[in-house]
């Protein structure tokens, strides 16, 4: 009688195995993070331009007042963030999707039509622009961090990760640290200046890495930037890290890229556990989120 029992049971076992276990896996698979935005910022100032002037003559036409943003955070993603497509005529051409034309028939005396011109709402335009579920979630994700400036907001959104795709890595571990200042203009203590790199906050003592091959150019103590390593790289690059707690690297040794060049601390000109990072070519500070 045991004996009878235990095939059946071995081979319901082998089909919750085989047909449970790989549903069980597709739905936890896809209901990870459901917008993904892989590259920042967006567009360039030029660029960006487009839009501006795309809506605004749009809204001087219909009186209307159709957003640059929203057109801007949708092109995003229908170009994949690859701007090199972009143009003014297209993005006129994605404004007049945020226009309704409305004819109005009123049969009086004689017979008159009014044109009116109604604006047509984020979430339809992304319907009749035929946009997944994911792009519809990336579009608002972009909208999120399109500031004033026209790139990016002051908030970096949950769904961004680093893409890791070109020629640097993240300098932090994963999931160990928190964007806290972007590169580009601030006001610092009511002074107006400009941010030359990418702050993270992150406990003390978290292994920073070499963001890629190179040579250690400079280490050690440097002012404002407390203990500092500067790395030079292939085409004219270099990544500096600034304020750590501890440096693992001396002047002239080569680095690999992810090795552990030294530790996340406060030295220096600064009010907490964070690492500055910064990217330079040609001694020109860039901002970093546009390498991942
Ligand atoms: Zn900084």
Redesign the pocket.
Known sequence: MAGTTMVPERILRVIILAVFMPVTFLAVFFAAPAAMVHTVPMAEAKQVEYYLQAASEVNEKYGLEVKWQEILALDTVLLGQNFSQSSVERAKRLAAEFVQKEVVETEEVEAKVNVLYKQVPLDKVMVACRLSSEQKDQVSLFLKMIGSRGLVSDVIPDGWVPSGRGQFIWPLPKGQYTIT?LFGPRVLNGVAGF?R?L?MGAPQGTPIFAAADGTVINCGWLGQAGRAIIVRHAGEFETRYYHLSRINVRAGQTVKQGTVIGLVGSTGNSTGNHL?FEIRRRKTALDPLSFY
């Open positions: 200042s941010h790199g702050d500055h």
